[in-house]
């Protein structure tokens, strides 16, 4: 009998020491950040962009998610422009940061080096001067649409100019086109469409997760380990509604939330960016221009059909 209790003593702790799939997930980090405040929405309604900013930041909080903002300010004046500057300031008062990303969300391929350096610092002054209410600094942009500015010379122009006004570009090495399914939950909500709405969501939680495993194997292909990811989210109702859903996916993968500035200390984030091309395309991609290696593209899943068709519907700006 005592050999049997020790027997399966042994085996419970070989079990326990095993636990399930994701405790032995390997350790990483990761940024979250949020484009297009106050908000990227097809509802053209103050409330609905007010309530969706409170769901994120209290669901943000509750899960100690430390985030950044990126604020495109001619959004301001798309509705109630106190209430609009009254949502970058509850994300200060949550703890979180802001951002640039520029005034009207236009693309540096389209406007050139000089117009576009003209709409980063357009879309600068409302945000910088809540920071600086609170003692502090204006110092991250992130580039609509990932697009850095092509050809080379527009590229280099754009990155002096910042460089010479005090921001650093915030990269992207984990992107799940949040912003495909976003309009298709807003238009199930504004429907009453719940079935449609639960649909969307399930998708977009299940390929999230996905993609994020998908981007940690990329990053151990280019450099043997995870790196401190940054991770592109949009402030939308599909991200409030999901924030407990998507802080259980972090926990699962045994990702841990830190700050942009935190992450951006990686060595990884030193690597020059040799990509000058017209399409944007996150980091990771670029730096394997860079490193001359091959990311596992076989394993990448695109977006589901079903989520592109129901954009194309809504919002066909592809």
Not at 146 to 163: H, M, N, Q, S
Not at 255 to 273: G, S
Request: glycine share 6%.
């Amino acid at each position: 009998m005592k050999l049997l209790n020790l027997t399966l003593a042994c085996l419970g702790a070989v079990l326990l020491a095993a636990g399930p799939a994701e405790a032995r997930t390997e350790r990483a980090t990761v940024a979250l950040t949020f484009d297009d405040l106050p908000a990227l929405t097809i509802v053209k309604d103050q409330a609905y962009v007010n309530d969706l900013n409170a769901m994120l930041l209290r669901g943000l909080k509750r899960h100690k998610i430390p985030a950044t903002g990126f604020v495109n300010e001619s959004k301001l004046d798309d509705l109630d422009r106190p209430q609009q500057i009254g949502v970058l300031e509850q994300w200060l008062d949550a703890s979180m940061d802001l951002g640039n990303h520029t005034f009207s969300h236009e693309s540096p391929n389209t406007l050139g080096a000089a117009d576009y350096i003209a709409d980063i610092a357009r879309g600068e002054p409302v945000t910088r001067g809540l920071l600086a209410q609170r003692h502090r600094r204006l110092g991250w942009f992130r580039h609509p649409y990932l697009e850095t500015g092509t050809p080379e010379a527009v590229k280099r122009e754009i990155d002096a100019w910042l460089r010479g006004h005090g921001y650093r570009i915030a990269p992207v090495t984990i992107d799940a086109d949040d912003w495909e399914f976003a309009e298709p939950y807003d238009d199930a909500v504004v429907r009453h469409d719940e079935e449609g709405r639960k649909r969307i969501r399930g998708v977009y939680l299940d390929y999230t997760a996905k993609t994020i495993l998908w981007y940690r194997a990329a990053a151990r292909a280019l450099f043997g380990r995870d790196i401190a990811y940054v991770m592109l989210l949009h402030a939308t109702r599909l991200n409030a509604d999901s924030i407990d859903d998507l802080a259980a996916i972090l926990k699962r993968a045994n990702m841990r939330p830190i700050t942009l500035r935190q992450a951006m200390k990686d060595p990884a984030y030193r690597i020059r960016d040799p990509y000058a091309g017209k399409d944007g395309i996150e980091w990771l991609e670029r730096w394997s221009m860079a490193l001359h290696k091959e990311l596992p593209w076989d394993s990448f899943s695109e977006v589901p059909k079903e989520i592109e068709i129901a954009y194309d519907r809504i919002d066909p700006d592809r």
